[in-house]
């Protein structure tokens, strides 16, 4: 690797892993309820698909994760009071998922997290810094999703 090289893989390491504590930390201030971010981020799945029946597998469509692993994450966040799970009018072999009222809190304090941290953000940048910021971050985004839906 090449200086440049480098120093882009050891930034794209450390924002990831420092964004991921950074939100751990945040949201275990602002709730008083134990919750990871995978789980924050499954109750923030389900709560984006209020208005709609939400399933397991379309849970597991949504994060892009697979559907074993998307039941037995809400099969634990079921257990901890986040979620609910309803059998389906029209077929009985799926289930319908919807947030408790603690789930809802959750999803609550995570959705404020992620305002404040963009808030707190772009306070830190000039317009034009923002600007070349973005495109920055969209074209690194666009790499990894073509790299991931390939």
Not at 36 to 63: D, F, K, M, P, R
Not at 82 to 106: A, E, H, M, Q, W
């Amino acid at each position: 690797m090449n200086a440049f090289e480098q120093n882009l893989n050891n930034l794209l390491v450390d924002t990831f892993n420092y964004v991921l504590k950074y939100e751990e930390t945040s949201l275990k201030k602002i709730l008083s309820v134990p919750v990871t971010i995978s789980e924050a981020h499954i109750i923030e799945a389900v709560g984006n698909q209020e208005n709609q029946e939400t399933t397991v597998s379309g849970i597991a469509a949504l994060l892009g994760i697979a559907v074993p692993t998307a039941t037995v994450a809400v099969k634990k966040l079921e257990l901890k009071g986040f979620i609910t799970k309803v059998p389906c009018v029209n077929d009985g072999r799926r289930s319908i998922i919807s947030l408790t009222d603690l789930g809802k809190r959750i999803e609550k304090a995570h959705r404020l997290f992620h305002e404040r941290m963009v808030k707190n953000i772009s306070r830190q940048f000039a317009d034009a810094e923002k600007e070349v910021l973005l495109h920055a971050v969209k074209m690194l985004s666009e790499f990894f999703k073509e790299k991931v839906v390939a």
